[in-house]
T-cell receptor, first 113, second 114 residues
Framework: DVKVTQSSRYLVKRTGEKVFLECVQD?????MFWYRQDPGLGLRLIYF???????EKGDIPEGYSVSREKKERFSLILESASTNQTSMYLC????????????FGNGTRLTVT | DAKTTQPTSMDCAEGRAANLPCNHS???????VYWYRQIHSQGPQYIIH???NNETNEMASLIITEDRKSSTLILPHATLRDTAVYYC???????????????FGKGTKLSVIP
C-alpha cells in the first residue's frame, strides 16, 4: 500500500529557530511536494522536486528551502521560523507522468511561538 | 493551469447518492481532472481521476461532460464517514521530466446527514 510518512504530527518551535520537516515515501516515486494549508486559503505549493537534488519553487517559497539527497526523502527547512509560518504542512509524492495520482502524508501541524 | 469552481458546501442524506459538481471551463486537452477529499486533521486522500471518459472505482464515479468543461463526482451511497472537503483539481505536465503542479481550490464541504 502507498505510504507517505511525515516525521512529526505536531511541532512547537520558537521564533528564529531552524526547523526541519521530514518526509519519506516508500513507493519509489520521482516527484515529491511540500504544501502548506491554512484556513480559508486552501493548499498552497511551497516547493517540489522531480528528481534527486532537483527542486522547483512553488507559489510561496519565501522563507523556505528544501533538500532531496535521496529519492525517498524530501525535507522542508525553515531557516528562521516566524509566527506567520504557523500552519499545517503536507508532503506528497507521485510517479512521473500525468496519469499518476498524488499521495499525501497526514501532515505536520507546526506552531511557531 | 486551468482553474476550477466548486460550490462551497453541500448536504446529503445518509444512504443517498452525493453528486458534487465542478466547473473547469478553461481546461486544456492534456489536463486530467482529479478528485481528492480531506477529512478533518488528515492529509488529502486521492479518490479518482479522468481525462475524457467516465470513470468508476470502488470509491466513486466520475462523469466528465463531452466538452470537458465540467465534471461531477458521484458517491453512490453516502455514509457519515464521507463527510469531508472534496477538491476538484486539474493537472498539466509542465516539463518533459514529468514534473507538474497541482493547484487546490477551496473545495466543497460535504456534510452527510443521518
Amino acid at each position: 500500500d502507498v505510504k507517505v510518512t511525515q516525521s512529526s504530527r505536531y511541532l512547537v518551535k520558537r521564533t528564529g529557530e531552524k526547523v526541519f520537516l521530514e518526509c519519506v515515501q516508500d513507493m519509489d516515486h520521482e516527484n515529491m511536494f511540500w504544501y502548506r494549508q491554512d484556513p480559508g486559503l486552501g493548499l498552497r505549493l511551497i516547493y517540489f522536486s522531480y528528481d534527486v537534488k532537483m527542486k522547483e519553487k512553488g507559489d510561496i517559497p519565501e522563507g523556505y528551502s528544501v533538500s532531496r539527497e535521496k529519492k525517498e526523502r524530501f525535507s522542508l527547512i525553515l531557516e528562521s521560523a516566524s509566527t506567520n509560518q504557523t500552519s499545517m504542512y503536507l508532503c506528497a509524492s507521485t510517479q512521473r507522468g500525468i496519469n499518476s495520482p498524488l499521495h499525501f502524508g497526514n501532515g505536520t501541524r507546526l506552531t511557531v511561538t | 493551469d486551468a482553474k476550477t469552481t466548486q460550490p462551497t458546501s453541500m448536504d446529503c442524506a445518509e444512504g443517498r447518492a452525493a453528486n458534487l459538481p465542478c466547473n473547469h471551463s478553461t481546461i486544456s486537452g492534456n489536463e486530467y481532472v482529479y478528485w481528492y477529499r480531506q477529512i478533518h486533521s488528515q492529509g488529502p486522500q486521492y479518490i479518482i481521476h479522468g481525462l475524457k471518459n467516465n470513470e468508476t472505482n470502488e470509491m466513486a464515479s466520475l462523469i466528465i461532460t463531452e466538452d470537458r468543461k465540467s465534471s461531477t463526482l458521484i458517491l453512490p451511497h453516502a455514509t457519515l464517514r464521507d463527510t469531508a472537503v472534496y477538491y476538484c483539481i486539474v493537472r498539466v505536465d509542465y516539463s518533459g521530466a514529468g514534473s507538474y503542479q497541482l493547484t487546490f481550490g477551496k473545495g466543497t464541504k460535504l456534510s452527510v446527514i443521518p
